[in-house]
């Protein structure tokens, strides 16, 4: 599975992405006629129960989020990446997401500490990841420009922006 969760997350592998949440899914029982409406309330019941997200946060219609539809807030994503950096499996995660010069990062950010995930689709773009991964200061950002007027690679030249500058704030334990 660690194989596979790289191969869907740094080079953004939508395919990849739906069938694991229709895998992931499918071991909670039978899918049923509209397999997608049963994954995505299986995948906001895991959400809610076991990250602690609130049901305001997540409105998954996909496995991939190319979907317009599909809805999710910042908070929500720095929580799920808060989250999988508490499992024992984190380390596998962290490795599985795209740095600076590979996948979708493979041009972008060469001297931030990172470890991510992008998102594209017309007028939309989302940076969300750990900054400083594997360190005491690392901190779980998300960024999402949405019906942006200005294009795709102007929105990413601000996220950049903004993650070379907050990779060096400091902050006390309480924010």
């Not at 899914?25 to 602690?52: C, I, T, W």
């Not at 005491?136 to 929105?155: C, D, E, H, T």
Request: aromatic content about 8%; charged content about 25%; overall charge neutral.
């Amino acid at each position: 599975i660690r194989t596979l969760i790289k191969d869907c997350l740094e080079p953004s592998d939508n395919l990849y992405a739906e069938h694991l949440l229709l895998t992931a899914a499918r071991g909670e029982g039978e899918l049923g006629d509209n397999p997608y409406a049963v994954a995505n309330e299986r995948m906001s019941r895991f959400f809610q129960n076991k990250v602690g997200l609130m049901p305001e946060d997540l409105r998954p219609t996909d496995g991939s989020g190319l979907s317009r539809q599909n809805l999710v807030t910042p908070r929500a994503i720095a929580q799920i990446l808060k989250w999988t950096d508490s499992q024992a499996w984190s380390s596998d995660y962290r490795a599985a997401l795209a740095e600076p010069g590979e996948g979708t990062l493979r041009r972008r950010m060469e001297t931030v500490k990172f470890a991510g995930k992008t998102g594209t689709i017309n007028a939309v773009s989302t940076l969300s990841g750990i900054l400083n991964p594997g360190s005491p200061q690392r901190r779980y950002v998300s960024l999402m420009f949405n019906s942006a007027i200005v294009s795709s690679a102007k929105l990413r030249t601000l996220q950049d922006e903004f993650m070379k500058a907050a990779q060096d704030w400091q902050f006390d334990e309480h924010t």
